[in-house]
C-alpha cells in the first residue's frame, strides 16, 4: 500500500509521462496488492484546481472524478483525529499547506510510503517517499 499526493493523482490521470519509473512500478505494484490511499483533501484540491483552470478536462469534475476513481485501486482517507494532531506537529520543512501536512500526516500514520515529486516533502527525515 501506498498514499500518493494530489499532483500524482492528477498526472497518473492526465499525464502519465510526468511520472518517474520508480512511481509508475509503486502504482501499479500497489494496484495488484493492497490498494493506494487517496486523501480526500485531494477531492477539493481537484475541484479548486479546476476552478481555477489550472488543469482542464473535457468533463465534469464529479465525472472526472469517477473516471480516476476506476482507474486504480484507490482507497480514500478522510481525516482522522491522529492525522490532525500529527499534522500540528510535523517540522516546517514540510511546509505549511494544510493539504500537503495533511496527506503527509497520513503517509505517517498509515505507515506507507508517498508517491510524490513534491521536493520539500521528499527531502523531509519524517515522511518515506517514492520518486
Not at 500529527?86 to 506507507?112: C, F, G, V, W
Request: proline content about 3%; hydrophobic content about 45%; some cysteine.
Amino acid at each position: 500500500m501506498i498514499t500518493v499526493d494530489t499532483h500524482i493523482i492528477i498526472w497518473d490521470a492526465l499525464r502519465p509521462e510526468m511520472l518517474t519509473a520508480k512511481a509508475k512500478k509503486a502504482i501499479d505494484v500497489a494496484n495488484r496488492s493492497d490498494g493506494i490511499i487517496f486523501c480526500e483533501i485531494s477531492l477539493w484540491e481537484i475541484a479548486m484546481l479546476l476552478k481555477k483552470k489550472r488543469i482542464e478536462v473535457q468533463t465534469s469534475y464529479l465525472e472526472f472524478i469517477n473516471m480516476v476513481r476506476a482507474s486504480n485501486k484507490y482507497i480514500f482517507q478522510g481525516i482522522t483525529p491522529e492525522i490532525a494532531e500529527l499534522t500540528t506537529q510535523l517540522p516546517d520543512e514540510i511546509n505549511l499547506d494544510p493539504a500537503d501536512r495533511i496527506i503527509a500526516s497520513t503517509a505517517i500514520i498509515t505507515n506507507t510510503s508517498l508517491v510524490t515529486a513534491d521536493e520539500n516533502l521528499r527531502s523531509s527525515k519524517k515522511v518515506r517517499t517514492i520518486w
